[in-house]
């Protein structure tokens, strides 16, 4: 009689839980319920479309930026969101969505894109403002993702995160300068940081009870971190940062609990919130109508692109490129 020490095969989803169980990562090629990928591809679809849109608000001021280097500066920073949305869109397209589908939906209106980029950029202090306020609440958001559990998604977080600090500290330093300037431009500073710090608390969207999608991508690990509490460390970050500012906080509220150690933020208008993911923001029509504009002004580019590409398929290998296929077989 012969005995077997051999586990029985286990079926696709515990080898899922297995992998989600020891925290490794999900690759492209690994079996994923269908929830889990639906999950995926809406949250890095609608990551994506905000690096995109969010290249609207600060483009805006790139021909007004007050010198040479600061102009330099801020076209590289707009570049840069412009990349990380196409980092997105490829992470996404591994899950089996479609880049054409993605942009459709957004262009549809049913697609969602960050709360925050429906507000306008008044002044040049905006700058500052989006810089600090907005890159510093999505790298706290996504220092998280990181450690997300679907791989293609963690890789791109960590390369974004890396030019978002960037992206904060020209943004701390736009405002440092005006706040260490004239009274105007101290006001003018602090009145863009008014306006932006309570939307920047919007980003991580509703309170945790209040949050239907929260408690399922923590189980499967695409959410590390709830969303009350990557507000609270943000607002634990922003407070000496004010301070070293010279700038006040706008939240008369806000109070240290001795108990957890942590910054709590006074009340939040979660109405305005929901109006803006209703659509009726303060520019939640402008945003989609310059989208849709950019987009058909760019059919151009995008066909210049793919008849290259055919061009180059279609082109006979130079002389010598059997040889190279060779020596690297
Ligand atoms: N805005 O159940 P939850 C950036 C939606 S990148 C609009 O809590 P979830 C860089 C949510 O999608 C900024 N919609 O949802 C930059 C869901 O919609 P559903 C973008 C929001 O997904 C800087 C519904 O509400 N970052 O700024 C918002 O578990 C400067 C229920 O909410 C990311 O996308 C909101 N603020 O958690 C670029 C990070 N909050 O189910 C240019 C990745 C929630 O109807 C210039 N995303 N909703 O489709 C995430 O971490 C998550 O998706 C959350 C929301 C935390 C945003």
Redesign the pocket.
Known sequence: MTTTTEAPPRDDQQVFDALIEADSRVEPRDWMPDAYRRTLV??IS??AH??II??QP?ANWITRAPSLKRKAILIAKVQD?GG?GLYLYSAAQTLGASREDMLDQLHAGKA?????FNYPARTWADMGA?GWL??GA?IC??VA?CRTSYGPYARAMVRICKE?SF?QRQGFEILLALSRGTEEQHQMAQDAVDRWYRPAL?????PDAE????RQ?MAWKI?RVS?DELRRRFVGMCVPQFEALGLTMPDPELRFDEETGQWEPGPIDWDEFHEI?AGRGPLNAERMRRRRAAHDEGAWVRDAAAAYARKQTERPAPAGASNHKEVAA
């Open positions: 809406r949250q609608q990551h905000s690096e969010g290249m600060e969101e990380h969602r894109y960050s709360s925050i989006i907005v890159d999505a958001n996504q993702l978002e992206h919007m980003m991580f969207g509703p949050s239907p999608n929260s991508s959410k969303n993911l």
